[in-house]
């Protein structure tokens, strides 16, 4: 059975300061994850071994889409989210939202967060070029970010590696280029049972051995 935050959780978490705890059975509303936000309520995913692993139905259609950038992937941010709306995609914008210097892992944790929630199927997360972005994202439990700089990394990634999130880098690649490899990344399906096996391995690992 489904279990559904609503505004009331998240005031009771609030008054008795605790953090929610979600897994993949956790359905949030819009207005719950909104009052989390305004009452600083973390919606914590706990991804154990098995829920760790790839869902059987990675290759369903991508629908929504989270967004995020720091100062330097703003512009290139903006650009994208126009792009994927005239595509039919859904954006969740989790910022930032202007110039002003601000620092990647914020964003980037809020993109892989949104997606390990499972409001989004993919996310996508700009800055200067890239690294820093994915090494934060792939901090997230059941995060696989992936750096790509043209399409067949992008392709590469879904293909051979199950990423579900994307990252990019401003001072790297001009618009074209980013709007061709965010089709690609989106559009491109997980492959063979091999390479599903091999990515499991990696969402199993445990440095506490």
Known sequence: MKRVITIADVEEAFRKKTDIETDSNTIITPYAADRAKEL???????????????????????????LGAD??????????????????????????????SCDYPDFAFKVAETVAQGRAQRGIMID???????????????ILAA???????AKSAR????ANVLTLGAKIIGAQMAMEIVQAFLTTKGGAERHRRRVNKILDYSAAR
């Not at 706990?46 to 369903?60: H, M, P, S, W």
């Not at 941010?77 to 939202?97: H, M, S």
């Not at 200067?128 to 059941?142: F, L, W």
């Not at 750096?147 to 990394?153: S, T």
């Open 71 to 100: 100062h330097g992937g703003f512009a290139l941010k903006e650009e994208l989210k126009k792009f994927l709306q005239t595509k039919g995609y859904a954006v969740i914008d989790v910022g930032t939202n202007s110039e002003t």
């Open 40 to 66: 600083g309520v973390r919606l914590i995913p706990v991804i154990g071994k098995t829920e760790n692993r790839l869902a059987t139905n990675d290759a369903e259609k991508v629908e929504t889409v989270a």
């Open 147 to 153: 750096k790509c700089n043209n399409v067949v990394e």
């Open 128 to 142: 200067s070029v890239g690294i820093g972005s994915a090494m934060a994202a792939n901090r997230v439990k059941g």
């Open 159 to 162: 293909e051979h590696n199950y």
